[in-house]
């Protein structure tokens, strides 16, 4: 039997927050990008295996539940001023006519978005990574905490494979 001792691993685990959020609306003629950096610390998601058992009493993994939620500070629900998008109003249109799907990107660790001038995300850095999800179902909140407001963004969003949404 292994022994595993908690004291040798501290400070060996990378944790990896997110830090941003960047969705992707792509359609007829629509290549639209929202950079969202500002995301508050108890922000978190979590990956977990839907299992079955099979005929040999095996459990067999039919695919995995990602769930996000995401908490963005933010005072300029109503009001904004001239040439500042508003958020509610750019994530409202996701699902403007024209739009034949759009991606939802997590970004984890040292992973980076850069400004929308540049249009690529920096993934050179060790620790950092990202999960894209493809269309999922946004449900958005209004939060009011202390003396301002949050706007919350859940999601649940089933794959059959972690490949190609792990980054």
Partial sequence: MATINFRDIAGKINLIPINGVRICK?????????????????????????????????????????????????????????????IIQELNNIWSPGVKYYHFILMLGDSSINPPSSGYINTSKNKGMWIELRNPVLNLEIESIEYRPRLIIRTNYFTKALLGVLF
């Fill in 26 to 86: 792509h359609g007829d003629g629509i290549e639209d990008i929202i950079y969202i950096h500002n995301i508050e610390a108890e922000s978190s998601y979590s990956i977990v295996p839907v299992t079955r058992q099979d005929h040999y009493r095996n459990n067999r993994t039919l695919g995995y539940i990602i769930t996000v939620t995401v908490y963005i500070a933010h005072n300029l629900l109503i009001n904004v001023p001239d040439g500042e998008p508003d």
